[in-house]
């Protein structure tokens, strides 16, 4: 019953982007930590790269889009390019962005990055070939999807005055920080799905479980253009 | 197996109305206090928006004293408006500094409870919106602004409105929409109001610890 599976699987992407605290998720970084960077003097390398990594963990949105892209990747190779230009695209915005001190609306941002996720869920259930008789170019797009969690993160660390000295120091750590988060976070990911493609019924879990990323997707989107247009 | 464009229409659809569904159901009255259903009320969900906008800056516990060298002043005081009029009373407040407050209206009134940072980096923060009889809490300032209520008076009856605070604020003021007969437009006129000196204390002196 492909019903049943989508109903098991969204159940559970949804729980994870209704209910998992807000301090570690989407809206930046703990409290705790947070009192932490303001009290920064100088270059802290190991701090900042473990904030970066936690960030990358907890944060589902990023992880929600990252299992969407490498869903349909059988060999290393693809997985290894895909990601790597993940990391191009959210590497340069969050340099020149916190350098360069561009601020974007975090929740304008995070309803973009909520969108990259309906908007991968929907390529791999066909959507656009089915419907636009096209293929977009899935390296292009990610790359581009890329600069929007980039932008993402950028404006998550300007929320703290971070202080110049030791600047672009602190900066690329947390960005270290985020790679090996993310290198952990796929590397569990992409064990679970080479286990789950040698099951039997795959193809039929898998349309139903994008179909349930891409309700987790809608729902980032929603939340985060109703907090823009109803917090003061 | 490819999917037919029928189970692909219809996946996009079940996606984007579960996720709508959850989203007014459960998300907004959770997070934001918006409740178009009645379901948050329901499922005591909008307690969680309350909880948080009530006091929205408090200190983590380890920080939770601070002996703060300050003229600790109490007021109360009361102003009627008239159907239809708003207006804003304000106190001023440097960063972390506390005040607790309880004021009561002779009928339902809209209020905004709020700060406007000196610093500017954003217009105003709000801690609590709502339409109500009264109200009460502890604020602790998120930054050095000036923080206090914006109320309007929706019915057709005049209405008082009691306020009591106390804290470590250093001046207030009241912010009057009033016509300009010369320049012939609305402009917020500000009042500041004299605070009295508690006994014992002389301004600017730190309190005595013991």
């Given at each position: 019953m492909t019903a049943a599976r989508y109903a098991f699987v969204s159940a559970v992407v949804c729980a994870a982007v209704v209910l998992w605290p807000e301090t570690l998720a989407a809206?930046?970084?703990?409290r705790g930590d947070a009192r932490f960077l303001q009290t920064l003097q100088g270059a802290a390398v190991a701090p900042l790269m473990y904030l970066g990594a936690k960030h990358m963990i907890t944060g589902y949105d990023h992880l929600l889009f990252l299992v969407g892209v490498i869903f349909f990747l059988h060999r290393l190779k693809d997985v290894v390019l895909y990601v790597t230009l993940f990391t191009v695209g959210h590497s340069v915005t969050l340099l020149g962005g916190v350098l360069g001190g561009i601020r974007a609306n975090p929740y304008l941002i995070d309803a973009v990055i909520g969108f990259s996720v309906v908007y991968k869920a929907f390529d791999n259930i066909d959507g656009f070939k089915r419907f636009g008789g096209f293929q977009p170019n899935a390296r292009l797009a990610v790359l581009a999807f890329g600069l929007f969690h980039g932008f993402g993160l950028a404006t998550k660390l300007q929320d703290f005055s971070l202080p110049p000295h030791g600047l672009v120091a602190n900066i690329v750590s947390f960005n270290v920080g985020v790679e090996i988060g993310q290198v952990l976070a796929l590397a569990a990911v992409l064990l679970a799905l080479e286990y789950w493609r040698t099951r039997p019924g795959f193809a039929q879990h898998a349309f139903a479980t994008n179909t349930a990323l891409m309700t987790g997707g809608f729902l980032l989107v929603g939340r985060q253009l109703s907090g823009y247009f109803l917090s003061t | 197996m490819t999917p037919t464009r029928k189970q692909i229409a219809k996946a996009t659809a079940v996606a984007i109305i579960v996720a709508t569904v959850l989203l007014v159901t459960i998300v907004l009255p959770a997070e934001y206090g918006a409740d178009p259903l009645g379901t948050g009320k329901a499922l005591g969900l909008i307690d969680l928006f309350s909880a948080g906008a009530e006091n929205p800056a408090s200190p983590p516990p380890d920080e939770a004293v601070q002996p703060l060298p300050h003229v600790y002043r109490t007021e109360s005081t009361s102003f009627t408006l008239r159907p239809s009029q708003a207006f804003e009373y304000k106190y001023r407040l440097e960063k972390d500094r506390g005040m607790v407050y309880a004021w009561k209206a002779t009928a339902r009134v809209k209020y905004e409870f709020h700060g406007e940072p000196d610093d500017h980096r954003l217009k105003v923060q709000s801690y609590e919106k709502q339409e109500h009889e009264f109200a009460s809490g502890t604020l602790t300032a998120p930054f050095t602004g000036i923080h206090g209520w914006y109320w309007e008076n929706p019915g057709d009856r005049d209405v008082t409105i009691t306020l009591t605070t106390s804290g470590f604020y250093t001046a207030a003021e009241e912010l009057r929409p009033t016509f300009d007969p010369i320049k012939h437009k609305n402009r917020i006129e500000h009042v500041p109001h004299e605070l009295k000196v508690p006994a014992g204390f002389t301004d600017d002196k730190p309190i005595a610890r013991r």
């Open positions: 809206h930046g970084v703990a | -």
